[in-house]
């Protein structure tokens, strides 16, 4: 794949890309990681082999390379607040800034553990559970069982606040 190839591949799925920095990063690392991300998916090209799709592969790596970043910079902060509340990048004319419920529901999601956050992030993106399970590395019935804890977690989240 050419540099020109790589550009168009990475504009088609930029927002996964934004997704996952979000969720595992504060608003000022966010560059570094999407970079990392990038540098990741750069040298990994010659070995995605189409045995999944492009969108599943790229998944693969930003949540490997977020949750790698993740752990060496949560050490760091131990003491400080560790994700910004801040809401997905989106593409769409929809202003999620304004939606509290969307806000709210993203700021848990950061509460969750780092895995966890994979797991939901995934399914809200409507990645089968097969699918998630072969970007985590888990068994399809540990994804099932998984997300529905984190979706009555969430559950519960929202009532306890109303």
Known sequence: MNEKEFILLIDEHKSLIFKVCNLYCAAAERP????????QLWQSMDKY???VKISTWIYK???NTAVSHYRKTSKKRKNRAILSASILINDSDYDFEKD???????????????MDRALILLY???YKYEEIANIIGI??????T??????????T???DVK
């Not at 570094?32 to 540098?39: G, R």
């Not at 068994?139 to 099932?144: D, E, F, K, L, Q």
């Open 100 to 114: 509290q419920n969307i806000k709210r529901l993203y700021s848990y999601i950061q509460e969750l553990k780092v």
């Open 157 to 159: 989240r929202f009532k």
């Open 146 to 155: 998984k997300l529905s804890r984190i979706k009555n977690h969430l559950r």
């Open 49 to 51: 082999d189409g045995r």
């Open 32 to 39: 570094d990681l999407q970079q990392e991300i990038l540098l």
């Open 124 to 126: 809200l993106d409507q």
């Open 139 to 144: 068994s399809r019935t540990n994804v099932a």
């Open 61 to 63: 790596i930003a949540l």
